[in-house]
Structure formats: C-alpha cells, structure tokens
C-alpha cells in the first residue's frame, strides 16, 4: 500500500485550502492514499464563536467533489478532513475521495467541549473504509484518547488506522508517544497527519506494527512525504502473536 502524508496548514479561506489540496494531489501518483488533517477543506477554528456560522456548505461540497474529481483523474485516494453538513447539522467529518461511488464519511463522535459548541457528534467512534481493497479505520484528533475505539477497529479487520489529527495547543505535544504504542499493541499501521500550523508541536507520523517510524514530518511547515509499506507485518493473529 502507498501512503502520502500532506501535512498542511490549514486555514479558514475553503480556495485557500482547497487549492493547496488539489497542488499535493497534482504530485501524487496512481495508487496512493493522500492523507491531510482534520478540518482541511473547510478550515477548523472551534474556538471562535462565530465558526459554524461562517462556514460555507456550497463551498465546502463543491471543494468534496472537485478533490474527488482530481483525486480519480490522477488514480489515488484522498482521505480529507472538512466540516460537512448532515442530518441538518454540522459535523466535524472525514471523506474518502477519489473512489467509486458515493464517498464515504465519517463523522467524528468523541468531540472536545470546543466541538460540541458547532458540531454534532457521530453515532460511534471510528469507522472502517475500503481504500483500493484495503479495509482502514478513520479516526480524528481526540479520538487518540479511546483506545476502545482503535481496538474494534482492529476486531473489524483494519490494516491501517489513519487519524486525522489538529493538534496545534503546547500540551499536545504528549501525544507523540500514543502513536508508536496504538501501532504496536494492535500489531497494524498508524498513520496520524497533524495540521501544520506555525504553532504545531506534534508531527505527522507513519508508524509500523513494530513501533518502526516510516515516515515522520518536519514541525510547522507544510510538509509532503510518502512511502509504500508493506501490509504482509500487520499481526495476524493478536492472541498468539511472534513479533515480539
């Protein structure tokens, strides 16, 4: 399988975003997932009271479809974080773009307080998605704080669980360790694609089954790495396992 990590500022201009998304998907090759953070498209600011109310749903889901027309026409995936509107209310989302089909979405459930003031919260944590014949789990942000929800990932059949991360605060920095440890207690890939803010103290990361970093991004920069692993070191068996 081949992974591309986009590791972008994201900010609240959607053809700001939007155009710095369909750059990195011009660089990607047939056969690639291209992952960027949480809140991509749409931009991500929970903080600020007026958030949901600036947020422009023809805009954000005319960026959806036109990332997913790129995304098809240069044969690769797109896993993008945006807010989207469903069941006629904001929610915190990730979709897989660039398939066939109707794009599959995820919306986030364990949201912060922040979140709750703009979005609705998902029926459950995680959700497994089909990329290229690959069954990968979704999660976003503080969803790195329930490893309930990583392990029935695993129990559902992931290889990989891709976490789209905003973590931009100084105590988030914390983190760096959960990675490397989901990875190697669930025996599959980790793969978290932080937002690369001026203010970002926690990088994005690939990491193997073993806890091996593949791929690791520079801090507060836009940064674009990519790699092929290997999903023959996805633990078979977590009951009886030989790795370590």
């Known amino acids: 399988?081949?992974?591309?990590?986009?590791?972008?500022?994201?900010?609240?201009?959607?053809?700001?975003?939007?155009a710095r998304v369909l750059a990195v998907?011009?660089?990607?090759?047939?056969?690639?997932?291209?992952?960027?953070?949480?809140?991509?498209l749409?931009?991500?600011?929970?903080?600020?009271?007026?958030?949901?109310?600036s947020l422009d749903e023809r805009a954000i889901e005319g960026g959806i479809a036109e990332t997913?027309?790129?995304?098809a026409?240069?044969?690769?995936?797109?896993?993008?974080g945006s807010a989207t509107r469903s069941g006629g209310a904001w929610r915190n989302s990730v979709v897989l773009l660039g398939g066939p089909?109707?794009?599959?979405?995820?919306?986030?459930?364990?949201?912060?307080?922040?979140?709750?003031?703009?979005?609705?919260?998902?029926p459950a944590a995680g959700d497994l998605f089909e990329?290229?014949?690959?069954?990968?789990?979704?999660?976003?942000?503080?969803?790195?704080?329930f490893p309930g929800a990583w392990m029935r990932l695993r129990e559902r059949g992931a290889k990989v669980i891709f976490h789209l991360n905003n973590a931009v605060q100084p105590q988030d920095a914390v983190w760096s360790h959960v990675f490397?440890?989901?990875?190697?207690?669930?025996?599959?890939?980790?793969?978290?694609?932080?937002?690369?803010?001026?203010?970002?103290?926690?990088?994005?990361?690939?990491?193997?089954?073993?806890?091996r970093e593949v791929l690791r991004t520079d801090l507060r920069k836009d940064h674009v790495l990519a790699a092929a692993i290997d999903l023959g070191e996805v633990v078979p068996d977590l009951a009886s396992r030989t790795d370590f």
């Open 180 to 211: 490397p440890t989901r990875a190697m207690e669930l025996g599959l890939f980790v793969c978290s694609v932080n937002n690369g803010a001026p203010t970002q103290p926690l990088p994005s990361v690939l990491v193997a089954p073993s806890g």
């Open 1 to 18: 399988m081949d992974i591309r990590i986009a590791q972008l500022a994201v900010r609240r201009d959607v053809a700001d975003n939007l």
């Open 101 to 122: 089909g109707e794009a599959p979405r995820y919306h986030k459930a364990e949201l912060s307080e922040l979140d709750r003031r703009h979005f609705r919260p998902g």
């Open 73 to 80: 026409a240069r044969g690769c995936l797109c896993l993008l």
């Open 42 to 53: 749409s931009g991500y600011a929970p903080e600020d009271d007026g958030y949901a109310a």
């Open 25 to 40: 998907l011009e660089g990607a090759r047939p056969g690639e997932l291209v992952v960027f953070p949480e809140g991509m």
């Open 131 to 145: 990329a290229g014949g690959v069954p990968v789990g979704v999660l976003a942000c503080r969803e790195i704080l």
């Open 68 to 71: 997913s027309r790129r995304a």
